[in-house]
């Protein structure tokens, strides 16, 4: 009897997982399959905390199979051996997965797979996940085509049996992939973990999340922090926006706060779909400017000692180098800190997007790349479309810490810097004996320079002919804004959000 091959990737449930109903209806017996792929880890924006997190997934993901009567098997080797040995051994006529809108490497991955599959005979059936649509014509009416598959039934499956006798491999450590260390202080993985996070936020910690989504300190509590698990699939976005869907029916009209924060919830997974169909549609904006105009612009091998600083949290800007030691410890950051550490690398330290983006990358536990490279290449004013973001990292500090006590958790040496002075210790007189560095470089200044470099650029023939490609390619339509027309508190929001994001809704 054949068999069919159920590969798991980022999708690491077995709820509204359409690749299990898909499996389950064909009625053959089913390979629960997961592939360690060394070569994905040996990339750039791989780093052990998202393999931390990708392990915890899959032992919740096995005891979850497990209940259903499936085995999870796990293999190391490239996704092509393995198949193909699974295929000779096991009779397998069938390979079933999720699209994936992965980086460059999973993407040429892709690409041998399916020629993998023509030469065998496999019928691969990669279906969608998400709203992101595969071999999208053009961005019209995609917004409403995203909502009605959002608001469609979530996937249950049928009866499945076991394809027997197929041995499974350990889980290798992360060290035997060339990983270092974990983020100590990381979130935990597995969709259990997801689920708790969900309910509580929908009901207890969402409360105050449009105001108090950018504080560095209460953002960690009142945001939703389910980024991780809608990256490795512990839960799906669908599920996500039902669960908030059913909380807005629960709080409307309640005027506490919850109505506003739950559609501004909302808002953001139609964003995660939003960025997700962009690198969808163009795999290339991983490492070329989405606008050619600011190719070259800065240079193309980064001042090293710049980035370093940026790194490790030693520009000698407090606000700064407090988030670059929270991300490196936590592996998370809001929205509006991620922005502006972004922004502070590509316009007052002139570093090229694609080797901060990259170490960014590494650090977010989150990372999901049809997000982050869209979003990298925004707040580095490369697209040529979007509102140019140069946050002052100072004003940020005194704005979202007004306490001081994110920056002197994470910057000790300040200790004895007064309230005042703290995110511009260098005016303080006994700046001279801190065990901290001087600025590296003056912000005013550095803004300034960098503003009408970027702004040169626009001015350069031929600029707005590209940028309006770049808008018809990539640009949400009306059809967005005509959704929430419907709904005034959502228009409301819906324009204030998408300027404090920098684009034009
Ligand atoms: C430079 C930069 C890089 C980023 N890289 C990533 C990344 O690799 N992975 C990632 O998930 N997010 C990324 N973001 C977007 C955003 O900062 C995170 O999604 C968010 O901070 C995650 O925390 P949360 O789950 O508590 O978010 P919430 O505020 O609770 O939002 C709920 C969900 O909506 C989605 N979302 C939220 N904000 C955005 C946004 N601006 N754009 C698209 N989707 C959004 C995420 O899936 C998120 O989990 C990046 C932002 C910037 C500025």
Same mark, same amino acid.
């Given at each position: 009897m054949t068999g069919t091959i159920l590969w798991f990737k980022r999708d690491l449930r077995v709820a509204d997982h359409p690749a299990l109903a898909r499996a389950a209806l064909i009625g053959a017996p089913v390979?629960? #399959?997961?592939?360690? *792929?060394?070569?994905?880890? @040996?990339? $750039?924006?791989?780093? @052990? &905390?998202?393999?931390?997190?990708? &392990? *915890? $997934? #899959?032992?919740d993901l096995k005891d979850r199979l497990d209940r259903i009567g499936l085995a999870l098997v796990i293999r190391v080797g490239e996704a092509v051996t393995v198949l193909e040995d699974l295929r000779a051994r096991h009779a397998i006529t069938r390979l079933i997965s999720h699209e994936e809108t992965g980086n460059g490497w999973t993407y040429a991955r892709d690409r041998a797979m399916a020629a993998w599959a023509r030469g065998q005979g496999v019928v691969w059936e990669d279906l969608p996940q998400s709203g992101v649509v595969r071999r999208l014509r053009g961005r019209d009416g995609w917004a409403a085509a995203r909502d009605r598959v959002m608001a469609g039934p979530v996937a249950v499956p049928g009866r499945v049996t076991m394809l027997a006798d197929v041995a499974s491999s350990a889980l290798p450590g992360a060290a035997a992939l060339g990983l270092g260390a974990d983020a100590p202080q990381r979130q935990r993985g597995g969709r259990a973990a997801g689920l708790a996070r969900l309910d509580t936020f929908l009901t207890e910690r969402g409360q105050d999340y449009r105001r108090a989504m950018s504080s560095p300190l209460q953002g960690a509590t009142a945001c939703s922090r389910l980024s991780p698990h809608l990256a490795f699939g512990t839960i799906s976005a669908r599920e996500a926006e039902q669960a908030a869907a059913r909380r807005a029916v629960q709080v409307r009209g309640t005027g506490d706060g919850w109505p506003g924060s739950v559609q501004s919830f909302r808002a953001r997974l139609a964003w995660r779909d939003h960025f997700m169909q962009k690198l969808e549609d163009e795999p290339a904006l991983e490492w070329r400017c989405l606008h050619p105009a600011y190719e070259g612009l800065r240079p193309a091998i980064p001042d090293a000692a710049r980035l370093a600083a940026w790194q490790k949290g030693e520009t000698g800007l407090p606000f700064v180098d407090a988030c670059m030691r929270s991300l490196a410890a936590t592996g998370w950051l809001n929205f509006r800190m991620r922005s502006m550490v972004m922004a502070v690398a590509s316009y007052h330290l002139w570093l090229d997007w694609r080797a901060t983006g990259a170490h960014l990358a590494r650090m977010f536990t989150d990372y999901e790349p049809g997000i982050h490279w869209s979003q990298v290449q925004m707040q580095s004013g490369t697209t040529g479309i979007n509102t140019l973001r140069i946050y002052n990292p100072v004003k940020q500090g005194m704005d979202q810490d007004p306490t001081g006590a994110f920056t002197r958790a994470w910057v000790p040496e300040l200790a004895a810097v007064p309230d005042v002075l703290l995110q511009e210790p260098w005016r303080w007189d006994g700046?001279?004996? #801190?065990?901290?560095? +001087?600025?590296?470089?003056?912000? =005013? /200044? @550095?803004?300034?320079?960098?503003?009408? %470099?970027?702004?040169?650029?626009?001015?350069?023939?031929?600029?707005?002919?590209?940028? @309006? /490609?770049?808008?018809? !390619?990539?640009? $949400?339509? !009306?059809?967005? !804004?005509? %959704?929430? &027309? %419907?709904?005034?508190?959502?228009? !409301?929001? +819906? =324009?204030?959000?998408? &300027?404090?994001?920098?684009f034009d809704f």
């Amino acid at each position: 009897m054949t068999g069919t091959i159920l590969w798991f990737k980022r999708d690491l449930r077995v709820a509204d997982h359409p690749a299990l109903a898909r499996a389950a209806l064909i009625g053959a017996p089913v390979l629960p #399959l997961y592939i360690v *792929e060394p070569g994905l880890w @040996a990339q $750039s924006d791989a780093d @052990a &905390r998202h393999y931390g997190f990708l &392990r *915890e $997934s #899959l032992v919740d993901l096995k005891d979850r199979l497990d209940r259903i009567g499936l085995a999870l098997v796990i293999r190391v080797g490239e996704a092509v051996t393995v198949l193909e040995d699974l295929r000779a051994r096991h009779a397998i006529t069938r390979l079933i997965s999720h699209e994936e809108t992965g980086n460059g490497w999973t993407y040429a991955r892709d690409r041998a797979m399916a020629a993998w599959a023509r030469g065998q005979g496999v019928v691969w059936e990669d279906l969608p996940q998400s709203g992101v649509v595969r071999r999208l014509r053009g961005r019209d009416g995609w917004a409403a085509a995203r909502d009605r598959v959002m608001a469609g039934p979530v996937a249950v499956p049928g009866r499945v049996t076991m394809l027997a006798d197929v041995a499974s491999s350990a889980l290798p450590g992360a060290a035997a992939l060339g990983l270092g260390a974990d983020a100590p202080q990381r979130q935990r993985g597995g969709r259990a973990a997801g689920l708790a996070r969900l309910d509580t936020f929908l009901t207890e910690r969402g409360q105050d999340y449009r105001r108090a989504m950018s504080s560095p300190l209460q953002g960690a509590t009142a945001c939703s922090r389910l980024s991780p698990h809608l990256a490795f699939g512990t839960i799906s976005a669908r599920e996500a926006e039902q669960a908030a869907a059913r909380r807005a029916v629960q709080v409307r009209g309640t005027g506490d706060g919850w109505p506003g924060s739950v559609q501004s919830f909302r808002a953001r997974l139609a964003w995660r779909d939003h960025f997700m169909q962009k690198l969808e549609d163009e795999p290339a904006l991983e490492w070329r400017c989405l606008h050619p105009a600011y190719e070259g612009l800065r240079p193309a091998i980064p001042d090293a000692a710049r980035l370093a600083a940026w790194q490790k949290g030693e520009t000698g800007l407090p606000f700064v180098d407090a988030c670059m030691r929270s991300l490196a410890a936590t592996g998370w950051l809001n929205f509006r800190m991620r922005s502006m550490v972004m922004a502070v690398a590509s316009y007052h330290l002139w570093l090229d997007w694609r080797a901060t983006g990259a170490h960014l990358a590494r650090m977010f536990t989150d990372y999901e790349p049809g997000i982050h490279w869209s979003q990298v290449q925004m707040q580095s004013g490369t697209t040529g479309i979007n509102t140019l973001r140069i946050y002052n990292p100072v004003k940020q500090g005194m704005d979202q810490d007004p306490t001081g006590a994110f920056t002197r958790a994470w910057v000790p040496e300040l200790a004895a810097v007064p309230d005042v002075l703290l995110q511009e210790p260098w005016r303080w007189d006994g700046a001279g004996g #801190l065990p901290y560095p +001087a600025p590296i470089v003056d912000v =005013k /200044q @550095a803004a300034a320079w960098a503003r009408d %470099r970027v702004w040169a650029v626009r001015q350069g023939d031929g600029f707005r002919a590209q940028a @309006a /490609q770049v808008v018809r !390619k990539h640009a $949400s339509r !009306k059809d967005a !804004k005509g %959704r929430f &027309r %419907r709904d005034p508190v959502a228009v !409301k929001q +819906a =324009k204030k959000d998408s &300027r404090q994001m920098g684009f034009d809704f």
